[in-house]
């Protein structure tokens, strides 16, 4: 616990704490006041009202829609399998800006909805629900696909034996095991809807706000910074009121389970209804993952006068993009990298230690610590962005000017993904695998590597491409860190949107079809990469 407390203490606590502060004192005196001043203004309580039905709305559609292709994933075998799976993942680390922007194009005026019915959506608020569905159908699949893969389908086959309809040995046996898994994936979903920013702002316009894009608004346009601290604390205690009913609902629910290599679960479709439910979810990943993606393709390469690879090239020279940068904004696909992978490392450390401490009894301190873990997804990255400024400037924390800030950030949010990964799969191995080690002398670091470590690998490895592919899209504390001379992705994507001309959007363009791309390779490769059997359930 030494190692994940302090990381969250130092890089997530102290960040957040002072910069509250700072807006809610005044010559040194605690202005209290400032909160129900905030909170009684009708144009706050709209956005409150908006934030919190918007998420549950997303979160519901979302388990509604991926909740089959996780079935899919876990118990089919097809062909491009491993393709798909990583394809499916890209949209979660594409910056929302230019997310948002291929989804006004697909539905906004003049898009291929309005083109093929005649339908506008880009002023309700489906936009913003399918949009939302679009960056979290991943979670749902790889969360809740992973353990289900696992899960022995004899049990299930075993109550039909005995009398019980499809139906209700799936209700019986399999959903009771699920769940943990559903609950956590659900989680992951509220609390980015909940957060969401880029995709609001583009998509609903002046009319509708969250409270991450209210923030922003207050803090960086209206540079009103005592209104920010209040929406930033509102924020804080909703989500953390969350997810203590959720670690208390999900304890009550765990069992031990007996899982198996998922090798052994995933057969060809067989039948007229599963044929359909693999045709009904390509057609869904078809619809909601892939054409999205295809704009952003198809306008990286609309040149003036055709198709062309024109603004790839430009990328290449700073002068192209009207000193937008200080160096080419091709550089900024090999920071990414870099910070990705040293980001992904931290967050594997400090999550695997937390998550390894989580599955043992030790009393209502640890398991509290359970649920402030996720609360990095649930605060506002531009109050951390804000706070990492405004703190690490002194030794022995003076970090401004290194490189190492920028992977902090985004491990910060890395962690989460890793915890609520491996944890369900942790929890589920049999304490008594433990116990019979320690019987015939293994010391408790042997147990964990010889018992746990096996069993847990395939977790460890789904909690790696989670926690790099978060980081290659981080953008929100990012942006204010990243210094001019060594941009990330997602930042140089938004500095080349932020700016007008045909040049500037084609380049913002290419570099997120660049990122899409590093993405879709590097979730191929894990996917790809396979522990030994004996290692595999």
Same mark, same amino acid.
């Given at each position: 616990?030494?190692?994940?407390?302090?990381?969250?203490?130092?890089?997530?606590?102290?960040?957040?704490?002072?910069?509250? $502060?700072?807006?809610?004192?005044?010559?040194?005196?605690?202005?209290?006041?400032?909160?129900?001043?905030?909170?009684?203004?009708?144009?706050?309580?709209?956005?409150?009202?908006?934030?919190?039905?918007?998420?549950?709305?997303?979160?519901?559609?979302?388990?509604?829609?991926?909740?089959?292709?996780?079935?899919?994933?876990?118990?089919?075998?097809?062909?491009?399998?491993?393709?798909?799976?990583?394809?499916?993942?890209?949209?979660?680390?594409?910056?929302?800006?230019?997310? $948002?922007?291929?989804?006004?194009?697909?539905?906004?005026?003049?898009?291929?909805?309005?083109?093929?019915?005649?339908?506008? +959506?880009?002023?309700?608020?489906?936009?913003?629900?399918?949009?939302?569905?679009?960056?979290?159908?991943?979670?749902?699949?790889?969360?809740?696909?992973?353990?289900?893969?696992?899960?022995?389908?004899?049990?299930?086959?075993?109550?039909?034996?005995?009398?019980?309809?499809?139906?209700?040995?799936?209700?019986?046996?399999?959903?009771?095991?699920?769940?943990?898994?559903?609950?956590?994936?659900?989680?992951?979903?509220? *609390?980015?809807?909940?957060?969401?920013?880029?995709?609001?702002?583009?998509?609903?316009?002046?009319?509708?706000?969250?409270?991450?894009?209210?923030?922003?608004?207050?803090?960086?346009?209206?540079? /009103?910074?005592?209104?920010?601290?209040?929406?930033?604390?509102?924020?804080?205690?909703?989500?953390?009121?969350?997810?203590?009913?959720?670690?208390?609902?999900?304890?009550?629910?765990?069992?031990?389970?007996?899982?198996?290599?998922?090798?052994?679960?995933?057969?060809?479709?067989?039948?007229?209804?599963?044929?359909?439910? +693999?045709?009904?979810?390509?057609?869904?990943?078809? %619809?909601?993952?892939?054409?999205?993606?295809?704009?952003?393709?198809?306008?990286?390469? /609309?040149?003036?006068?055709?198709?062309?690879?024109?603004?790839?090239?430009?990328?290449?020279?700073?002068?192209?993009? =009207?000193?937008?940068?200080?160096?080419?904004?091709?550089?900024?696909?090999?920071?990414?990298?870099?910070?990705?992978?040293?980001?992904?490392?931290?967050?594997?450390?400090?999550?695997?230690?937390?998550?390894?401490?989580?599955?043992?009894?030790?009393?209502? +301190?640890?398991?509290?610590?359970?649920?402030?873990?996720?609360?990095?997804?649930?605060?506002?990255?531009?109050?951390?962005?804000?706070?990492?400024?405004?703190?690490? /400037?002194?030794?022995?924390? /003076?970090?401004?000017?290194?490189?190492?800030?920028?992977?902090?950030?985004?491990?910060?949010?890395?962690?989460?993904?890793?915890?609520?990964?491996?944890?369900?799969?942790?929890?589920?191995?049999?304490?008594?695998?433990?116990?019979?080690?320690?019987?015939?002398?293994?010391?408790?670091?042997?147990?964990?590597?010889? %018992?746990?470590?096996?069993?847990?690998?395939?977790?460890?490895?789904?909690?790696? $491409?989670?926690?790099?592919?978060?980081?290659? $899209?981080?953008?929100?504390?990012?942006?204010?860190?990243?210094?001019?001379?060594?941009?990330? *992705?997602?930042?140089?994507?938004?500095? *080349?949107?932020?700016?007008? =001309?045909?040049?500037?959007?084609?380049?913002?363009?290419?570099?997120?079809?660049?990122?899409?791309?590093?993405?879709?390779?590097? *979730?191929?490769?894990?996917?790809?990469?396979?522990?030994?059997?004996?290692?595999?359930?």
């Amino acid at each position: 616990m030494a190692v994940p407390v302090a990381f969250f203490a130092v890089f997530f606590a102290y960040p957040v704490v002072a910069i509250v $502060g700072r807006g809610l004192k005044a010559d040194g005196v605690w202005q209290f006041g400032r909160i129900g001043a905030v909170l009684s203004r009708p144009d706050i309580l709209d956005v409150l009202w908006f934030t919190s039905w918007q998420a549950l709305a997303s979160t519901a559609l979302t388990l509604l829609i991926a909740l089959p292709g996780a079935y899919v994933f876990a118990r089919f075998d097809f062909p491009g399998k491993q393709l798909l799976r990583a394809v499916v993942t890209v949209p979660f680390v594409l910056p929302t800006v230019v997310a $948002g922007t291929a989804f006004l194009a697909l539905l906004g005026r003049g898009g291929f909805l309005d083109e093929l019915a005649g339908v506008r +959506l880009d002023t309700t608020v489906w936009a913003i629900l399918l949009a939302h569905v679009f960056f979290n159908y991943a979670v749902v699949v790889r969360t809740v696909g992973g353990l289900w893969s696992q899960l022995d389908p004899r049990q299930e086959e075993a109550a039909r034996v005995l009398g019980a309809g499809r139906f209700a040995a799936w209700r019986r046996v399999t959903l009771p095991a699920l769940a943990p898994a559903v609950a956590a994936a659900a989680l992951m979903v509220f *609390l980015f809807t909940f957060t969401s920013f880029g995709v609001v702002q583009i998509l609903g316009g002046p009319a509708y706000s969250t409270l991450e894009v209210e923030i922003y608004r207050q803090t960086a346009q209206l540079l /009103d910074l005592p209104t920010a601290a209040v929406l930033t604390m509102v924020q804080f205690a909703a989500v953390g009121a969350i997810l203590a009913v959720h670690a208390w609902t999900v304890r009550r629910r765990e069992t031990a389970l007996k899982l198996v290599d998922p090798a052994q679960t995933a057969r060809r479709p067989r039948g007229a209804g599963q044929r359909a439910l +693999l045709g009904g979810v390509l057609l869904t990943v078809l %619809v909601l993952i892939l054409l999205p993606l295809g704009v952003l393709v198809e306008r990286s390469l /609309d040149v003036p006068g055709g198709h062309g690879f024109d603004y790839y090239r430009a990328l290449q020279s700073a002068d192209a993009s =009207g000193s937008t940068f200080l160096v080419a904004p091709i550089e900024a696909v090999r920071n990414s990298l870099q910070y990705a992978v040293v980001a992904t490392v931290i967050a594997l450390v400090v999550g695997g230690l937390a998550a390894a401490a989580l599955t043992r009894r030790a009393g209502r +301190l640890v398991r509290g610590f359970d649920a402030l873990l996720m609360l990095p997804l649930g605060v506002s990255a531009v109050t951390v962005g804000f706070g990492f400024l405004i703190t690490l /400037d002194k030794p022995p924390l /003076d970090l401004r000017t290194t490189w190492i800030l920028v992977p902090l950030a985004q491990a910060l949010v890395g962690v989460p993904f890793v915890v609520r990964t491996m944890l369900p799969v942790l929890r589920a191995v049999d304490g008594r695998l433990r116990e019979a080690a320690t019987v015939l002398g293994a010391s408790p670091l042997r147990a964990w590597r010889e %018992v746990d470590l096996p069993l847990v690998r395939r977790a460890l490895l789904v909690a790696a $491409g989670f926690a790099f592919a978060v980081s290659l $899209g981080e953008f929100g504390a990012t942006v204010f860190i990243a210094r001019p001379d060594n941009p990330t *992705l997602p930042v140089a994507v938004a500095r *080349l949107l932020g700016r007008s =001309g045909e040049l500037n959007y084609g380049q913002a363009m290419a570099l997120s079809t660049i990122l899409m791309l590093v993405c879709a390779v590097s *979730l191929l490769l894990l996917e790809r990469i396979r522990p030994d059997r004996s290692g595999e359930f």
